[in-house]
């Protein structure tokens, strides 16, 4: 098997609004991180229909169960769930975990109709 080696460069200039990314990496009060972190896991446990059978709620646990609330790792959680999800996660959680989540989306530079929090 030949091997290549590729050269790139990659340009990111920020959001839409040619915004540094700061918010997204901003990690969010204890408190909403905490409450995100825990529906998250209730709801992969919920959603995973077969009692965990091929280790589904076990996995998406074990990789949040003990990550600290720093830089973007609020938005890593969210991010783990598909827009299906995401809309079953945010009927769960507070406004000021909605409110959070949404505005480092939005710095992010999600388009606003996948926004769903």
């Given at each position: 098997?030949?091997?290549?080696?590729?050269?790139?460069?990659?340009?990111?200039?920020?959001?839409?609004?040619?915004?540094?990314?700061?918010?997204?990496?901003?990690?969010?009060?204890?408190?909403?991180?905490?409450e995100v972190?825990?529906?998250?896991?209730?709801?992969?446990?919920?959603?995973?229909?077969?009692?965990?059978?091929?280790?589904?709620?076990?996995?998406?646990?074990?990789?949040?169960?003990?990550?600290?609330?720093?830089?973007?790792?609020?938005?890593?959680?969210?991010?783990?769930?598909?827009?299906?999800?995401?809309?079953?996660?945010?009927?769960?959680?507070?406004?000021?975990?909605?409110?959070?989540?949404?505005?480092?989306?939005?710095?992010?530079?999600?388009?606003?109709?996948?926004?769903?929090?």
């Amino acid at each position: 098997m030949k091997k290549y080696k590729v050269n790139y460069t990659v340009s990111y200039s920020g959001n839409k609004n040619n915004m540094k990314l700061e918010l997204y990496y901003t990690p969010p009060s204890d408190d909403v991180f905490e409450e995100v972190r825990a529906k998250a896991m209730v709801l992969w446990k919920v959603v995973d229909s077969d009692d965990d059978k091929y280790g589904y709620a076990t996995g998406k646990i074990d990789r949040i169960k003990d990550i600290e609330n720093v830089q973007d790792n609020l938005m890593y959680i969210v991010a783990m769930f598909d827009h299906g999800n995401q809309i079953l996660l945010a009927e769960e959680l507070s406004e000021e975990a909605k409110d959070s989540i949404r505005e480092r989306l939005i710095d992010g530079g999600t388009p606003h109709y996948l926004i769903v929090f």
